[in-house]
């Protein structure tokens, strides 16, 4: 059976929302408690993440995976449609200040990010595209399309900010570097849809509600999201053996796609 459909006007709507809720809590950002995961959560993630569901329900019946409810253990039955929602992505740093910080709601089909929006509080930009719906980001009042660059020998990269591993160092000493950012949050995504970086490699922990939204924005822009064996990153009920039903295997983001025919650029069966 196949889901309802949901307009992608709405979930701009909602990240929008979301967005507010969060600027309205800034100030207790201090305020903050922990996931059984260990993970921070703070009443901003919770407030972005009532208001997101607020904009939604009333005119959707689409099955809806949001992080705070999946920590209560509130997991609705999935069709072959239905949205991941992060309320405040990169936590770590709204709680210390930096403006990287995110909303994210994304539109899944068929194991597909068919239509992402992420939304970024501290500035008012807001990314959104997918399939059938040009990527763009508006940003002071004006709407700019957004697309990949053409990679040259040096690539610049997008890192996590707060999740630099080991094997993330590794990987990156057997690739030509040009300026390296660390940044947190889906807001890499977004730099590489964007056209200002070129490759964005993960290799721990993420959620899928951590990278849905961006990555449908990445690949209506012309990149691509994929696993270490090259093929495109999944999305549903896929979860690996021992972790939570949406976690994501580590996973490499490229702007130009044909990056990932470049030695180095998949990491090799001993890495």
Known sequence: MTGPAIDPALIVEAVRAGM????AR??????VAY???????TEADEAAERAILAVIEPASSIPIIAEERFAAGQVPELDRRFLLIDPLDGTKSFIAGTPDYTVNVALIEAGIPVFGCVGIPATGAVFHGGVGSAPVVERDGEVHPLGTRPALSAVDVVASRSHMTPETEAY?????????????SSLKFCLLAEGKADLYPRFGRTMQWDTAAGDAILRAAGGLTVRTDGMPLPYGLTGMPGEDPF??????????????RRPGILPGPDQ
């Open 20 to 23: 507010a809720a969060i600027v």
């Open 26 to 31: 800034t100030a207790a950002a201090g305020e």
């Open 35 to 41: 996931k059984a995961d260990r993970s921070p959560v």
């Open 172 to 184: 990156l000493s057997g690739v030509t570097v040009g300026d390296w950012a660390s940044i947190g």
């Open 247 to 260: 976690a994501n295997p580590d996973f490499i983001a490229v702007g130009d796609r044909s990056l990932l």
